[in-house]
Nanobody, 119 residues
């Protein structure tokens, strides 16, 4: 079982920055895809960014140029650097780990961290 613990959510003013962290209980080298999702009340959870263990990244159009996903193998942690935040970024942010092993695909989620962008 893989455990993920997010941190870094906060109340921030429009235009501000935050860095979210997702600490994994396993080496992130073993994780095929590390992701960040977000969800607001009444809406489906949406993919914000993902990082494959080969280094490729993907971002939803609304955050391109503002958010950056990265990983730190030594700390078994990946991050979401969020700049130029606006109220539309307000959501609960979840990290996810997608792991493929012989004969098995596993998907793990953190508990979520609240990001609120408001003046």
């Amino acid at each position: 079982q893989v455990q993920l613990v997010e941190s870094g959510g906060a109340l921030v003013q429009p235009g501000g920055s935050l860095r979210l962290s997702c600490a994994a209980s396993v080496s992130i080298v073993s994780i095929n895809i590390m992701g960040w999702y977000r969800q607001t009340p009444g809406k489906e959870r949406e993919l914000v960014a993902r990082l494959a263990n080969g280094g490729s990244t993907h971002y939803v159009d609304s955050v391109k140029g503002r958010f950056t996903i990265s990983g730190d193998n030594a700390k078994n942690t990946w991050y979401l650097q969020m700049n130029s935040l606006n109220p539309a970024d307000t959501a609960i942010y979840y990290c996810s780990a997608y792991i493929v092993t012989p004969g098995r695909v596993s998907d793990y989620w953190g508990q979520g961290t609240q990001v609120t962008v408001s003046s």
